[in-house]
């Protein structure tokens, strides 16, 4: 479990490694160096998904890591909830920036006219504060559309054990 502590409010995300064990590893390293404090959410697009976790509020890009392998023929499907990875034209581009969409897309989805677009988890708490991002007004900041005109911040990612485990 990952929660994105908000300046709307938590959002908890439960983390898919079974099924897509590199986008995980590289989610998960990415809160644990503490890359996503301080972080806006720089797309919103209501019905469709809300992105962050690359831009500052300055809306400069923070620098990241090397790009991943695209997991999207994991089987997973982009419905509302659920989490993926952002990427460029190129199929395996993704580095740090995610989505959690808003409705069932499935033309994100794996197929074979479309790559598509690495699902690696779901939000399980905090559905609510999703659906109020996806509210906020809008507009465009340099070469960006959709951007909130009040920022949304990512205050702290940090992981949290599932229910029933035990930490000392």
Same mark, same amino acid.
């Given at each position: 479990?990952? !929660?994105?502590?908000?300046?709307?409010?938590?959002?908890?995300?439960?983390?898919?490694?079974?099924?897509?064990?590199?986008?995980?590893?590289?989610?998960? %390293?990415?809160?644990?160096?503490?890359?996503?404090?301080?972080?806006?959410?720089?797309? !919103?697009?209501p019905g469709f998904m809300?992105?962050?976790?690359?831009? !500052?509020?300055?809306?400069?890009?923070?620098?990241?890591?090397?790009?991943?392998? $695209?997991?999207?023929? $994991?089987?997973?499907?982009?419905?509302?909830?659920? =989490?993926?990875? +952002? %990427?460029?034209?190129? =199929?395996?581009?993704?580095? +740090?920036?995610?989505?959690? $969409?808003?409705?069932?897309? +499935?033309?994100?989805?794996?197929? +074979?006219?479309?790559?598509?677009?690495? @699902?690696?988890?779901?939000?399980?708490?905090?559905?609510?504060?999703?659906?109020?991002?996806?509210? @906020?007004?809008?507009? %465009? @900041?340099?070469?960006?559309?959709? @951007?909130?005109?009040?920022?949304?911040?990512?205050?702290?990612?940090?992981?949290?054990?599932?229910?029933?485990?035990?930490?000392?």
């Amino acid at each position: 479990m990952v !929660v994105l502590s908000t300046s709307r409010g938590e959002i908890e995300i439960e983390l898919y490694a079974d099924q897509a064990p590199v986008t995980v590893e590289n989610f998960v %390293r990415y809160v644990e160096d503490g890359f996503y404090d301080g972080t806006i959410f720089h797309r !919103v697009m209501p019905g469709f998904m809300i992105q962050g976790g690359g831009f !500052v509020p300055e809306m400069s890009e923070k620098p990241t890591r090397d790009p991943i392998q $695209n997991e999207a023929k $994991n089987g997973l499907k982009n419905l509302r909830g659920t =989490v993926s990875m +952002a %990427r460029t034209d190129e =199929v395996h581009s993704a580095t +740090a920036q995610f989505f959690i $969409n808003l409705d069932d897309n +499935a033309f994100l989805d794996h197929s +074979a006219k479309n790559f598509g677009y690495a @699902v690696f988890g779901k939000v399980t708490r905090g559905l609510d504060v999703v659906d109020g991002i996806a509210g @906020v007004a809008t507009g %465009r @900041v340099g070469m960006h559309d959709d @951007v909130p005109t009040e920022v949304v911040l990512i205050n702290r990612a940090f992981r949290r054990p599932p229910p029933g485990i035990w930490r000392d």
